[in-house]
């Protein structure tokens, strides 16, 4: 190749190629700086983080939503609540969402990465109202005498229903619904008592009824799509997710 310097009494000095050299050197320096600066704008001012997740594990997303935010205050979030995981992933791969939280059967999706989140630990509850009202059913033959908040699952995946099918009696339903979110609005009201997330009933202070079974807990699996998996916000909220749970398992452990 050719000669970039020639050395003389005093040092070095650039040659033709030399000084071209440096001069692309230069310029590439100051577009990849300004690539960098278009990006961090990007991050902080026009971009937009999309998460979606059913309603039982909307409780564990919002600590991690709110860490994101302090950490990237201009970035606009959008916290989107799923029935089915179909449609959440449907929706990821139309690139509507960026992160998606889904409960059941680990996803088999080309394109997709996925990572195991959590186990969605779950119990029977009563609300202190119902309680002091009707007391706690401290056995099953006692749930004759009770009243239960009942969940119609169309896409049942978790055994605790079918539980619930083979143990409550139908006569005793004060109320069904296919919907997560009302049954939890029911049980908060004291109309019955109900299956619900532990985690849920711990922030609400519910009564425990049947605590929560192995058999009852849930998978809960975090996917996002590969082509957006390094995206500047992707990668900052995973960050989060992964400093949060951190925190949590140490103080669990205390």
Not at 4 to 15: A, N, W
Not at 116 to 134: H, K, M, N, V, W
Request: include cysteine; glycine fraction near 6%.
């Amino acid at each position: 190749g050719q000669k970039q310097f020639v050395r003389h009494d005093r040092g070095y000095s650039p040659t033709e190629v030399g000084r071209d050299l440096m001069n692309v050197a230069g310029t590439a320096d100051t577009l990849f700086n300004n690539f960098v600066s278009r990006t961090d704008a990007h991050m902080n001012t026009e971009s937009v983080l999309v998460v979606s997740g059913s309603n039982n594990v909307s409780s564990l997303l919002l600590p991690i939503i709110e860490r994101f935010r302090e950490a990237c205050p201009k970035v606009r979030c959008k916290h989107v609540l799923r029935h089915a995981p179909d449609s959440e992933l449907l929706d990821l791969q139309n690139g509507e969402t960026h992160v998606a939280v889904v409960t059941g059967a680990k996803p088999n999706y080309q394109h997709f990465i996925v990572r195991p989140f959590r186990q969605i630990q779950t119990g029977l509850y009563a609300s202190s109202e119902y309680a002091d009202t009707y007391g706690i059913p401290s056995r099953l033959s006692e749930f004759s005498d009770h009243w239960f908040v009942g969940y119609e699952d169309p896409n049942p995946v978790a055994s605790h229903v079918g539980w619930a099918n083979r143990n409550i009696p139908t006569s005793r339903l004060a109320i069904v619904s296919d919907s997560y979110e009302c049954v939890q609005q029911h049980l908060d009201s004291g109309l019955g008592i109900a299956f619900c997330s532990e985690h849920d009933a711990k922030r609400r202070r519910l009564r425990e009824v049947i605590p929560p079974h192995p058999d009852w807990a849930q998978a809960c699996w975090l996917v996002t799509h590969r082509d957006t998996n390094h995206s500047p916000n992707v990668v900052r909220f995973l960050s989060e997710l992964q400093s949060f749970e951190g925190q949590q398992c140490a103080a669990e452990r205390i």
